[in-house]
């Protein structure tokens, strides 16, 4: 995924009200940006990082800009909750992530039952459903997931196991938008029901890709799968 403008450096004074940010630019100008993440962002905020802005031009908008990303410890971590989304359709359609290749048709925001999944692939062999999160939370070597509690999340794994015994293909495609974890688990100290439920899912046949993802001034691409741990102790603490 290429950002389709050139994006505005500055850095971070505050991020409050969840969904609001203050930025000082280069030029000493103080803007507000759109933050789209809603979660703590725990381990993804820091005051005085550096942090680039995407322009927006719609008239109607109270914020002229959107937050992409912040510089932690000399990485770049993606914070905006919509591109991992475009990333997986994109990823789904050009079959480069392994595990996920030969999907003829992908469709992005399908209704099934009584949720709303992200994704659905199909080919002639068989429809598989895709839930995609977003995931900034690091905790040592760890990227965790969720960074808040989240009952849509919760969800979206029972939807799956339900999917997945009535015979479809079920995935958990969790976009872990930053290079410097190697292993991928649920927050289970954040969400216990959550984690709870990620383990039932996996034993009943949801299979977990944890893809990571470089973030750069100029885009973000898909680098490769992690392994991961669905009960360990140390993402309990």
């Known amino acids: ?26 030029d000493g100008t103080q803007v507000l940006a759109h933050c789209t993440n809603s979660g703590s962002m ?21 914020t002229k800009y959107t937050w992409e990303m912040i510089r932690i410890n000399g990485n770049w971590v993606g914070i905006h909750t919509g591109h991992p989304n475009k990333l997986a359709v994109e ?5 480069s992530i392994p595990g996920l ?21 199909e080919n002639d062999a068989e429809t598989c459903f895709v839930e995609v999160k977003n995931v900034t939370l690091k905790e ?3 990227a965790l997931f969720p960074d ?32 410097d974890v190697e292993v991928f688990a649920p927050a289970q100290n954040i969400d216990p029901a959550y984690a709870e439920a990620l383990k039932r899912a996996v034993d009943k046949g949801v299979e977990v890709f944890p893809v990571q993802a470089e973030v750069s001034p ?20």
């Open 1 to 26: 995924m290429v950002f389709d403008k050139e994006l505005v450096h500055g850095r971070l004074i505050r991020r409050y009200k969840r969904f609001l940010t203050d930025v000082e630019l280069d």
């Open 42 to 62: 725990k381990s993804c905020l820091e005051e005085g990082a550096e942090v680039y802005l995407s322009p927006v031009d719609d008239p109607k908008r109270k």
């Open 91 to 95: 990823a789904l359609r050009s079959g």
């Open 101 to 121: 290749e030969g999907y003829t048709k992908v469709v992005p925001e399908v209704k099934i039952q009584d949720s709303r999944l992200d994704v659905m692939a």
């Open 140 to 142: 040592g070597r760890y």
């Open 148 to 179: 808040a509690v989240t009952t849509r999340g919760l969800k979206h794994l029972e939807t799956l196991i339900r999917l997945k015994e009535e015979g479809y293909r079920a995935v958990m495609l969790y976009i872990i938008q930053r290079m």
């Open 218 to 237: 100029q885009g973000i691409s898909l680098k490769k799968v992690l392994p991961f741990v669905i009960d360990d102790e140390k993402t309990k603490s």
